[in-house]
């Protein structure tokens, strides 16, 4: 990783694996749940300020068993 940030130029993607299972990318990233499905992402932490809303939260259905 060291090479990484040591380089004048590299090529940056909407979305790129740092170190295994560890993603850094955009906003559009984070809202394109087929690509979140696709690299099993299940968890997003967010440097923007302010609160952003990217999916909705699914509940499992309570079917009277609670």
């Known amino acids: ?25 955009n906003l559009s990233s984070a ?11 299940h968890s997003i932490v967010s440097a923007m300020r302010g609160k952003i809303s990217i999916h909705e939260v699914r509940q499992p259905s309570d079917t009277g068993r609670t």
């Open 31 to 41: 809202q394109d749940e087929e690509t979140l499905k696709t690299h099993n992402i």
């Open 1 to 25: 990783m060291s090479d990484l940030l040591e380089q004048e130029e590299f090529e940056a993607h909407p979305m790129d694996e740092v170190i295994t299972n560890l993603w850094i990318g």
